[in-house]
């Protein structure tokens, strides 16, 4: 953590929008106009083209921008593995895939000198990396700035979600400041470090293997409402001119792999596309709901998607449950009872959940895998079942939720891991009868 990274943070500079056609120089001119690969790039600058989609993919869900960088990517020595630490990546094989409830309370605190590659602790996952398809969970702990060395990963973008501690987020297409009640995605292959803006940082990420996270589509919601696509923002062109050794570490299908270049790899001048990072602040959602009676399918809080090949089948949702309120008349307002073939695992950044009196803690995550039965927990189910209807405001707690079409299987260091609750089940203890029959 250095007060250089937060004075920068306080000073950063977006451009809006989602999915946007951005472009963007740190020095005037660096951009070439009216073609992509001149014969001479301006500045002296190599030009390089990023592609996250297939280059013939339909424009909605073409991703790629073109790099002016001081030099290009490809002069590197070979990469070579090194350990993969505790990240962990689909296919999922090491326990078997679980039908119990788990919940798990925060991870430990890192060992000194942790930064945010090396606090990656993976929790589980499905699908597989080599076939583009599934995503991983993973938590983070880190203390430490990464320093002389970035992380680009080739098997998926990453949805960060700070849960305590700001990030500073340096990538190649320039900076972002994430902190806890914003979200960050890094797209896949773009390479970034992250420095500390507070002592010590805590999240969740999402490692999404599929199709790009894109705005979920509103049907008859109407053209506005759930995130809106200007709350998106994504770097200005910033660059490192720097010939320190730096380190690139590449995760690749499965497997961390290291090359060191001898200069910095941030050295992008200017860019334009659509393969960006990007950062939302999850307080701006505008929440929908029920106004008249029952409990809406909480797919009415989703942020982003990734379809999969079915239309309407997420291979991840992306949900918040942001600050808002509940006037349902004869109404059980909390989140029912149910079994779901979609397999959920939630993270709370800060404060309660509505469905949970205690237990589910803020760092802490719950997994309900495929068909799993939940919802309230006792108390919560009785003192719902009591409450005088009047308008209620929720507004205590920022919880989300990771919601894939394939179950989830735990790695064996979350299966096997002390801060696994293992009496989660006893929430859902002494439910009375109240049948008259
Ligand atoms: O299980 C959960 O808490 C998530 C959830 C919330 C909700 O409002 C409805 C269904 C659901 O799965
Ligand atoms: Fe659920």
Not at 19 to 25: A, K, L, Q, V
Not at 300 to 317: K, Q
Request: with cysteine; hydrophobic share 40%.
């Amino acid at each position: 953590m250095s007060e250089q990274a937060r004075k920068t943070a306080e000073a950063l500079e977006y451009l809006t929008g989602f999915g946007n056609e951005h472009s963007s120089e740190a020095v005037p001119g660096a951009l070439p106009i009216g073609r992509n690969s001149p014969q001479r790039a301006p500045l002296g600058l190599y030009a390089e083209q990023l592609s996250g989609s297939a280059f013939t993919e339909p424009r909605t869900h073409n991703r790629r921008s073109w790099l002016y960088r001081i030099r290009p990517s490809a002069a590197h020595p070979p990469f070579t593995r090194v350990d993969n630490g505790a990240l962990r990546s689909a296919p999922f094989t090491e326990a078997v895939p679980d039908p119990n409830r788990l919940r798990w309370n925060p991870l430990p605190a890192p060992a000194p000198g942790t930064d945010f590659l090396a606090g990656l602790w993976t929790l589980g996952g499905n699908g597989d990396v080599t076939q583009r398809s599934g995503m991983a969970i993973h938590l983070y702990a880190a203390n430490a700035d990464m320093t002389d060395r970035v992380f680009s990963d080739s098997d998926g973008e990453l949805l960060i979600v700070p849960e305590r501690g700001g990030l500073l987020l340096r990538t190649e297409l320039g900076l972002l400041a994430a902190r806890p009640g914003d979200m960050a995605i890094v797209p896949r292959g773009v390479r970034f470090r992250v420095e500390l803006l507070d002592a010590d940082a805590r999240g969740y990420v999402c490692e999404n293997y599929g199709q790009p996270f894109e705005l979920p589509n509103l049907g008859p919601i109407g053209a506005n409402g759930l995130a809106a696509a200007r709350d998106f923002q994504a770097p200005v062109a910033a660059y490192e001119d720097s010939d320190r050794p730096t380190e690139v570490i590449n995760k690749f299908c499965g497997n961390l792999w290291s090359a060191t270049y001898d200069h910095s790899p941030l050295d992008v001048v200017a860019w334009h596309g659509s393969h960006v990072p990007y950062v939302y602040d999850m307080r701006r959602f505008n929440v929908l709901g029920s106004i008249s009676y029952d409990h809406p399918d909480p797919s009415i809080f989703t942020v982003l998607t990734s379809p999969s090949d079915t239309p309407g089948l997420a291979g991840v949702d992306f949900v918040v449950f942001a600050p808002r309120w509940l006037v349902g008349e004869d109404t059980f307002r909390p989140p029912y009872f149910h079994r779901n073939v979609m397999s959920e695992y939630m993270g709370l950044i800060e404060g309660a959940y509505d469905a949970k009196a205690e237990g589910f803690v803020p760092g802490g995550g719950s997994l309900h895998n495929m068909m799993s039965a939940h919802g309230p927990d006792h108390e919560t189910f009785d003192r719902a079942s009591a409450a005088e209807l009047k308008p209620q405001k929720i507004d205590d707690g920022l919880a989300f939720m990771f919601e894939t079409r394939w179950p989830i299987t735990a790695t064996a260091q979350a299966a096997g891991a002390d801060h696994l609750q293992r009496d989660y089940d006893a929430v859902w203890q002494g439910l009375q009868r109240h049948f008259r029959g």
